[in-house]
């Protein structure tokens, strides 16, 4: 039932749009919103020409205007679907009426969000682009949604400690000198990692010496970790980390350089030399080499397109909001909200 009033104050709050009446001689007209049954009645008391007619239920009128006004929420459906879902809307919003949902104490409220949907229509969505940002606007979107050139690579990594816990159970951050030790004592296990590797580069074999590692080799607080294909930018690609691809990660630069070091036709399948993060010792392998990939031309204009609007409608609303909000006289009492609220 309540899917049933929401779907009802819509129709009403639209329609109402045209049918506020505006009552009071004094320099600040009050509104006078109609309730209830008349509320209904004004919603429904208008006529149509046969042409525009696309339906009647129960002698209610649906129009081509309305098609076209539903549309807009829902451009991928067909004319047919649209009508079909108008004509459903309107059955269901006539038993609403008849059980008497159009004088609950929520149609005021959906009332004054249909006005605001209006008029925010007319005043705001249609602003005007500023044409002065487009080309920039472009230009930042070809070179910030691109697919760099990357590289896929897997690795083995000794994680070197950046906290350690005492006795008592508390934990000490440490600093970067107090690292120093531990990325000498690293250093040591992974060189242990490349002569159980005794030239073995694939997946597994650097599985296995992990395990091998973690089991009978290095304790805690230090570690033995395996990535298998990460994907990357390659060193000096210029790109928005929000904006790789998915399934693409960004790696510090001692690790993309390392990497790249092994990025050679004749090099891919081989490990790498110990490669210094830091997070720790790597052992690098890179499989291949990613090509970049532009943005799509005309997903590119559509994208500036939008942001361009989005813009122009924002600054509008503030615009718009301001002018409406200066000289305004509001006292606003937020205390008065309560603890529940708060919570």
């Known amino acids: ?58 002698g209610r009128v649906i129009t081509v205007e309305d098609v076209r006004v539903e549309w807009k929420s829902t451009p991928d459906a067909t004319a047919d679907q649209v009508l079909e879902r108008l004509v459903e809307r309107e059955v269901v919003a006539q038993q609403a009426q008849q059980a008497g949902y159009h004088r609950g104490q929520e149609i005021p409220f959906v009332r004054k969000q249909g006005l605001i949907t209006a008029m925010l229509e007319e005043e705001v969505e249609s602003a005007d682009v500023d044409e002065s940002r487009r080309e920039r606007l472009y230009q930042q979107v070809t070179a910030a949604r691109r697919a760099p050139e990357g ?3 897997s690795h083995l990594v000794i994680l070197v400690p950046t906290e350690i816990e005492e006795d008592d159970g508390t934990v000490t951050r440490l600093r970067r000198d107090d690292r120093e030790p531990y990325f000498e004592e690293a250093r040591r296990f992974v060189e242990s990692a490349l002569d159980a590797l005794d030239g073995r580069s694939d997946d597994d074999a650097l599985r296995e010496v992990a395990q091998y590692l973690e089991a009978e080799v290095i304790d805690e607080p230090f570690q033995a ?13 210029y790109y928005e980390a929000d904006h790789l691809p998915r399934g693409w990660v960004s790696v510090v630069d001692e690790f993309s350089e390392g990497a790249e070091a092994m990025a050679g036709q004749d090099r891919f399948g081989q490990l790498s030399q110990p490669v210094r993060t830091n997070f720790g010792w790597h052992l690098i392998r890179v499989d291949e080499v990613l090509l970049e990939r532009p943005v799509d031309e005309e997903s590119a204009h559509r994208f500036v397109e939008g942001e361009l609007l989005r813009q122009a ?24 909200l309560g603890s529940v609220f708060e919570e």
């Open 1 to 58: 039932m309540k899917k049933e009033m929401a779907i009802l104050g819509r129709l009403v709050g639209i329609a109402l749009v045209i049918g506020t009446m505006v009552t009071g001689c004094d320099a600040s007209p009050q509104v006078e919103h109609p309730a209830g049954d008349e509320a209904w009645d004004l919603a429904h008391s208008f006529e149509a020409a046969d042409e525009e007619v696309v339906a009647r239920i129960n």
């Open 313 to 336: 409608r924002q600054q509008r609303y503030a615009e718009f909001v301001e002018g409406l909000i200066d000289g305004v006289e509001a006292e606003i009492y937020p205390e008065r």
């Open 151 to 153: 590289l896929r690579a």
């Open 225 to 237: 970790v395996v990535n298998e294909h990460l994907r990357f930018p390659r060193p000096g690609q």
